[in-house]
């Protein structure tokens, strides 16, 4: 019997309140909870150098950031984040600004992209390595995972640039994308409608999902469903005040009239603040944190080698998958053991016989050069043999020869003496 | 003397040419005169109004390319400058094409005439650009163009029959910066740098319809700087003849003073202080184009058209052409005296270029000559 079968015995059926009890108040709780824990909003903002995001940072959070004017020479894209402390009425918000730097100036745009795509992936990766810490604290955690990608298109009145379309590509699955006209001042009427409805076609035409305001609140319906039909927004920056009428507002002024930044005939700037800010920042939140974020850990674990159900289709816990990891991992360890000491013994093997083979050389020799030496000795004796043999033969024969001399001698001797003998007769 | 500003659009072409001889004459003539006791007439104080004649019935020709990132407004400009419609067929690319897109050379010409003078307008456009992802080296096909040309216009001044040359050198070519940046992006820095030896180049700050005046002005002090930090030689305005009437010097000041002139255009026209004229329909306003203090369209328009017309020409071919043509002569010289079988495909006078053969023999003979003048010394001092 399932858990499921039992929640279906039991039922989940509405039950009729005879009186109040009080857990309206559940969604106060939460709120006054998060009220004093503050929120926690992070922005990425795209655009070439100068086409106004900081000046729009400014413009919708009526502060100064207070942001240095960048090189149009920089090597490279960078990411430049800063962090500020923001409060209204009672609630906190902790705002992370993250501004691309040299982003569209460089000859080869080609990998301007990929500082952009790894900085995002390294707030998820930071946040998937607090999520499977053994002692972890979420709720202290400080979420560095970008909410909202603020993307500034060149009001050039035409189309996309290339280098935006590229871009987008490979940013729309991995954070919410909300395209805006910069600078719109640029654009008249006529000439807006045209560029917003050819740039929402190309985004369409090549399949770029920019963010789109929800439409299941029945609250906020409404004027989402509308708001996402003004997409993208055309707004001007502006941190001037000017006197216009009888109040201060923030102003552009030329000399052919006055552009007022929060005047809706004039440009989308509230519209922008309204969606951005009032209405769907909490959904902004949730959506990078059940969506991108998701899909972000899915992959990174599928690639690690998790899965979540095993060959037969069986649902495999995280433990399981774990263990089976581990005893793989093992096994994969006194194997490698088993071949390295397979390999030794092999390798001792060969040596061994090398050297037998070459003991055996060497007795080869050895015993042939003990015959030589034999052979040799042999020689010599023989020669020694025949020498004695000479010397004796000779020495017998001086002897002889020595005998006979000295019989001659005699002989001569005695016939003189018997001369001398007879020569006195 | 006449006022430039009085005239309509290239009008003054034969004006600016006579306008220098007439100058140069009434100072001679003027210089006779105190000479001679007598004032005579000869009658050659006509001799500007031949040219004027002549000029009008020969006709004028000018060659304006125009480059910058698509958007920029060059096609709308164009139109704006004279007063018609060029681009009514174009069709322009999406994001998507654009990513590996080459630069095109596209030529639209023109016949124009306006009371009686007639101009041949030839408008060189490049769209591609800096659009594509990877932009190295992208004005290649710019440089070979103008190159091309050249040596176009030097085989056809040096052949047998010179009656009909028709000039397609590239007189002026304007750059258009984009105003949402701080100032020159290395794009712009590269391809000016490419360009400057080889065309008169005009910067021009494009849509200037969202720069106020104070960003208008630190753009222009930023790019100009950038300019000279760089190196980029871009055209700049001959300097006034002393005698020229103190109106005319104003104006001259004022112009060198606005560059890069910041420029807007518009191919519609709206209604404004009760006058119809071209401009920009904005919420807030109404951008007029010719209006001076809304942006600098007028200077450009008078300066490339009414005033500088035939300056950018003897620039282009005094300066501009006469290097490129002594570089390849140098070029084929060189080749020559190292392979004396190839043959000259032009007739040129040799460039005297030291030849191994000669500076040996130079050398022998200075030697000889030197050992002479010693000996001689010696003799002497002997």
């Not at chain 2, 001889?21 to 000869?42: A, G, I, N, P």
Request: aromatic residues 8%.
């Amino acid at each position: 019997m399932s858990s499921s079968d039992v929640a279906r015995q039991l039922g989940a059926h509405p039950l009729s309140l005879s009186g109040h009890v009080g857990f309206d108040s559940l969604p106060d709780q939460l709120v006054n909870k998060s009220t004093c824990q503050g929120f926690c909003f992070n922005i990425l903002c795209i655009g070439e150098t100068g086409i106004g995001k900081s000046t729009l940072m400014d413009t919708l959070f009526n502060t100064n950031f207070e942001n240095c004017e960048s090189s149009h020479f920089e090597p490279q894209v960078k990411l430049r984040a800063q962090t500020y402390d923001l409060q209204e009425s009672n609630v906190k918000l902790r705002l992370t600004v993250v501004n691309t730097v040299g982003f569209g100036d460089q000859m080869n745009k080609q990998d301007s992209y990929q500082p952009v795509v790894d900085y995002i992936d390294r707030q998820y990766e930071t946040y998937l390595q607090e999520e499977l810490k053994i002692k972890r604290s979420l709720h202290n955690y400080h979420d560095s995972r970008l909410h909202a990608c603020l993307y500034f298109i060149s009001p050039s009145g035409h189309s996309l640039k290339s280098l935006d379309l590229l871009t987008m590509k490979k940013l729309d699955s991995k954070v919410n994308i909300i395209p805006v006209i910069a600078k719109a001042d640029t654009i008249s009427k006529s000439e807006l409608h045209k560029f917003k409805l050819k740039i929402m076609s190309e985004l369409v035409s090549n399949g770029v999902q920019i963010y789109q305001f929800p439409l299941d609140d029945e609250t906020v319906a409404k004027v989402n469903t509308t708001m996402n039909g003004h997409l993208p927004f055309a707004v001007v920056g502006s941190t001037e005040e000017m006197m216009v009428g009888n109040k201060m507002v923030k102003a552009r002024q030329y000399p052919w009239g006055v552009v007022q930044v929060e005047n809706e005939s004039h440009c989308d700037f509230v519209k922008l603040r309204e969606m951005l800010i009032c209405v769907n920042m909490e959904d902004l939140r949730e959506q990078t944190h059940t969506r991108h974020y998701e899909l972000y850990r899915r992959c990174k674990l599928e690639e690690i080698g998790f899965r979540d159900t095993d060959p037969e289709s069986k649902p495999v816990s995280l433990q399981q998958t774990y263990e089976a990891k581990r005893t793989e991992f093992l096994g994969e360890l006194q194997r490698r053991e088993e071949e390295m000491r397979q390999l030794f013994v092999q390798r001792v093997k060969e040596k061994e016989a090398e050297l037998k083979d070459a003991e055996r050389g060497l007795q080869g020799r050895f015993e042939q050069l003990k015959r030589l030496h034999a052979e040799e000795r042999g020689a010599l004796e023989e020669k020694r043999r025949v020498l004695e043999e000479e010397q004796s033969s000779f020495s017998k024969r001086r002897a002889a020869a020595q005998l006979l001399q000295a019989q001659n001698l005699n002989a001569n001797g005695k016939k003189d003496k018997d001369r001398k003998n007879s020569g006195f007769m | 003397r006449m006022h430039m500003t009085n005239y309509d659009n290239f009008l003054s072409l034969p004006l600016s040419l006579s306008r220098s001889l007439s100058l140069s004459l009434s100072r001679s003539l003027s210089l006779f005169l105190s000479l001679s006791q007598e004032k005579q007439y000869v009658g050659f104080a006509t001799l500007p109004n031949q040219v004027h004649r002549k000029s009008v019935k020969k006709g004028f020709d000018f060659t304006l390319m125009v480059a910058g990132e698509s958007g920029m407004g060059k096609s709308t400009l164009v139109n704006s400058l004279f007063l018609t419609d060029l681009y009514k067929d174009r069709k322009l690319l999406n994001a998507e094409e654009r990513i590996n897109q080459t630069v095109e050379i596209i030529k639209h010409t023109v016949d124009i005439e306006e009371k009686g003078v007639k101009l041949k307008l030839t408008i060189v456009d490049t769209p591609g650009f800096g659009d594509a992802v990877n932009n190295n080296e992208c004005w290649k096909p710019i440089t070979d163009y103008i190159d091309q040309q050249f040596e176009q216009y030097f085989r056809d001044e040096s052949g047998l029959n010179r009656k009909n040359i028709q000039d397609n050198r590239v007189h002026c070519c304007l750059y258009f910066i984009p105003p949402f940046g701080h100032g020159l992006r290395p794009v712009d820095v590269e391809f000016m740098k490419a360009l400057h030896e080889k065309v008169n180049v005009v910067p021009l700050i494009a849509k200037a319809d969202c720069l106020t005046p104070n960003e208008i002005k630190k753009l222009k002090d930023r790019v100009r700087e950038e300019i000279e930090r760089f190196g980029i030689k871009v055209y700049q305005f001959p300097e006034c003849d002393s005698d020229e009437d103190e109106e005319f010097k104003q104006l001259d000041k004022e112009l060198k003073e606005c560059c890069p002139l910041a420029v807007i255009g518009s191919n519609t026209v709206v209604e404004a202080r009760g006058q119809r004229v071209r401009g920009r329909l904005y919420p807030w306003g109404i951008v007029e184009v010719e209006n001076q203090s809304h942006c600098d369209f007028v200077k450009l328009r008078n300066m490339l058209i009414r005033s500088h017309m035939h300056d950018l020409k003897d620039v282009t071919c005094d300066v501009h052409y006469e290097n490129y043509r002594a570089q390849c002569i140098q070029d084929m010289t060189s080749k020559l005296t190292q392979d004396n079988r190839m043959e000259s495909p032009i007739p040129i006078l040799p460039l005297s270029t030291p030849d191994v053969e000669t500076d040996r023999l130079i050398k022998m003979k200075d030697e000889e000559v030197n050992c002479y003048v010693i000996m001689g010394n010696i003799t002497y001092i002997g």
